[in-house]
């Protein structure tokens, strides 16, 4: 063989492995090189009144992580309702969102909502309670589950094996941006958004394009209503940023994307 033309064979041998490997990249996340997940926990009012409508606006599709017991889920069922129908998704945040009240900072936990003196049967009941209420309002059998504080313990034991064939997957506390064959669909990464600017949030997506990994919004919330929170003006800036970078991004709700992971198991 002449040496341009193993020269020429080898030249078109890389630039198809190049294309290669950009397909291959391009495909990670159902089509696309990143996934996003905008989740909101706590079921707030200002999820109703401000966080639909600007995602509504963007054409995308949230979770929210409602609790049951609070009014601004108790007294707008019919709104919640039709934030199901709109197409987002209401995701498990249990019915009185107990969390483990010992160790530093955990004193607020009060004491009949305390996991270190529940037991792991009383967590799965109290959730399965929350998942039938769920479906009584949005019809809906499969959706995912985030841990109230991160906690999955009740009186120190797991309770992640007892809740599995209740949810697709489940979203954690923990910081991360997992590629497909590297998420743990039952402790899904998150990332806590709480005072970051519009650029610092547009970073976090950049690092997941970068990586070719999902990333997790942690929201509560947005303009107000709670203690961890962050700007609207930070929080649609971020959305704007999401819309101009369609063609590397899967913008999805948890349970889609949890199906996706395990469709690909």
């Known amino acids: 063989m002449r040496p341009f033309f193993r020269?020429?064979?080898?030249?078109?041998?890389?630039?198809?492995?190049?294309?290669?490997?950009?397909?291959?990249?391009?495909?990670?996340?159902?089509?696309?090189?990143?996934?996003?997940?905008?989740?909101?926990?706590?079921?707030?009012?200002?999820?109703?009144?401000?966080?639909?409508?600007?995602?509504?606006?963007?054409?995308?599709?949230?979770?929210?992580?409602?609790?049951?017991?609070?009014?601004?889920?108790?007294?707008?069922?019919?709104?919640?309702r039709a934030v199901a129908e709109q197409g987002h998704e209401l995701g498990n945040h249990t019915l009185f969102h107990p969390c483990n009240g010992q160790g530093p900072g955990r004193e607020w936990v009060s004491p009949d909502r305390d996991l270190s003196s529940w037991t792991v049967a009383r967590m799965s009941a109290h959730i399965q309670a929350a998942n039938t209420t769920l479906e009584a309002l949005d019809g809906k059998t499969e959706r995912t589950l985030a841990y109230p504080c991160g906690d999955t313990t009740a009186g120190g034991e797991s309770y992640i094996e007892q809740i599995k064939p209740l949810f697709v997957g489940a979203r954690g506390v923990v910081i991360g941006y997992p590629t497909p064959e590297q998420v743990n669909r039952y402790n899904i990464a998150a990332h806590m958004i709480h005072g970051q600017s519009g650029e610092q949030l547009t970073a976090l997506v950049d690092e997941a394009i970068e990586r070719?990994?999902?990333?997790?919004?942690?929201?509560?919330?947005?303009?107000?209503?709670?203690?961890?929170?962050?700007?609207?003006?930070?929080?649609?800036?971020?959305?704007?940023y999401l819309s101009t970078h369609g063609d590397q991004?899967?913008?999805?709700?948890?349970?889609?994307?949890?199906?996706?992971?395990?469709?690909?198991e």
């Open 7 to 80: 020269l020429s064979v080898g030249v078109a041998l890389l630039g198809l492995s190049a294309f290669s490997h950009v397909c291959l990249a391009q495909d990670l996340w159902n089509g696309k090189r990143a996934a996003v997940s905008l989740t909101y926990d706590d079921s707030l009012n200002i999820h109703l009144d401000s966080v639909v409508p600007a995602l509504n606006k963007h054409g995308f599709r949230g979770t929210f992580y409602v609790t049951i017991a609070p009014e601004p889920f108790a007294k707008r069922l019919n709104e919640w």
């Open 212 to 240: 070719g990994a999902l990333v997790v919004f942690l929201f509560h919330g947005v303009g107000g209503e709670h203690n961890l929170n962050v700007s609207a003006e930070a929080h649609n800036r971020l959305l704007d």
């Open 249 to 264: 991004l899967w913008v999805a709700p948890m349970v889609d994307i949890a199906q996706f992971l395990k469709a690909k």
